[in-house]
């Protein structure tokens, strides 16, 4: 099961590329994530879960399930998706690099947070997005003079600068620092501070003072993407984001119907399968300009025609084959992501205005 899952996700081909010229200006456009999957007690041996990892933290769930994934955005495929114990940290996945090549774009949260993993990236003539972790030390190019971040946002708004990231690889980034407002700096504190809480630790006052700035660490050149726009680029993660929503929510990846370890891998793999699928099917639609697919739509709408899909299966595969045009023609249709949206505007229409004011 675990060779056909892979086999499946392999199969997809890239032929529903979003059509935003700002992403063409790169090979792929990676955005990388993970999601936790509670597994029964007797599977703790062969994936510990987080109650098995930290103190004072009481669990009863010992056995847990880590997915690491790669989604393609720009080119709608999944790249790469990993099976990793529950306890495994995101900053020690490395696995992901085996597939940046020249022209490729990473975006991936501050869990991935690695120097070394950035300079890797860039000698092989690729790009990253990243959020800047506060206890990185940044050097001034010209005389690797360690730098106070802190003093040199004081009394701005906008800060975008070159600085040598990391005290060992020394790789030359840009940094962009962009004020929250108060609203949002407040509810990032109050994030940190839940979470500082619950591992034992108290987040020391430099750091809450960062935490009024969005700042971002990237080597993108400014000729692609303007500093003023690269906080908009990445909203882009957000899209693994709604992936795994549709994983979970709607394709019930995390739920199973045994407690025996093989049959819930089975299951787990299976479903892979589906979503394998389903992505195989969205990638043949031809969408009119403009239009963008809304995957949460479109298997609800494939959930309806089950029945159907199954009785097809067992017919010959002209049947099966008529189904599935049927379904597609419906899904170019019906299942579209609202264009207008006035308070919380698209991703894509995001990524538009990027163009628009280049």
Known sequence: MEHLSGEALGMTEESLSINCQVLKLFHSVKLLDSSYINLPENMRDQYRGYGSSYQNRPCSTQGGLKI???YDYLNQIISRLDFKEGVRSDQGYKDYLEDISSGDLLIADLGYFAPNSFKIIDERKAYFLSRYKADTNLYEPDTNEKIDLLALLKNQEFMA??????SQPKLKVSVVC???TQEQAAYRRRKANKL???RGYTSSRRNQHLLDWAIFITNIPSSYVAAEDLSKLYRLRWQVELLFK?????GGIDKFYSKKPYRVLCQIYAKIIAMAMFHSLAN???LQQGKEFSPMKAFDYLKLRGLEIFLALRADAHNLGVLLGNIMDSW????????YRKKRPSTLNFLTAILAGA
């Open 178 to 180: 962009q004020k929250l």
């Open 284 to 286: 043949c639609l031809c």
């Open 246 to 250: 549709l994983y979970k929510s709607y």
């Open 68 to 70: 690491q994934l790669v």
């Open 332 to 339: 170019s249709r019906f299942c579209l992501k609202d264009r």
């Open 161 to 166: 600068k070159e600085f040598l990231l990391g």
């Open 196 to 198: 500082a809480k619950s």
